[in-house]
C-alpha cells in the first residue's frame, strides 16, 4: 500500500462526484445531505484536517461525541457516522488505508 498524505477533507471531496457518478441508486436529496456534511461538519473540522492514514477509531469516536455536545440531533450524528463509514470503505478499497476507523464507532447521542 502507497503511503498517502492525502486529508479526511481532499478525500471526502474526491469522493462525492465519484460516488455520485457510480451509485445510480442515490437520491437527488441524499447527494446534498452528502455533501452538506462534508463541507460543514467533516471538512470544517480537526478530523477532516487530519491525513486519512493517521485517524484512528478513538479520533472518529470524539469527533461524534463533539457533535452530539454542540448539540447536534440523533439523527444528524448517526448519519455522520453512516457517512464517514462509508468514505473510510471507498478509501480501503482504493488501498489508501488498511482499515476502517470508523467501524465499530458507536454514535452515541446524548438525547
Partial sequence: MKPTTRTLS??????????????TGLRATTVAGYEFYVREDIAASALGRMKLTDIRR?????????????????????????????IFASAVKDELISANPARGVEAQTGQ
Avoid: I, M, S
Fill in 10 to 23: 481532499e478525500y471526502a471531496q474526491a469522493w462525492l462526484p465519484r460516488r455520485e457518478r457510480t451509485n
Fill in 58 to 86: 478513538y479520533h472518529v469516536q470524539e469527533f461524534l461525541e463533539a457533535q452530539t455536545k454542540a448539540g447536534r440531533g440523533t439523527v444528524t450524528v448517526r448519519r455522520l457516522a453512516t457517512l464517514l463509514g462509508t
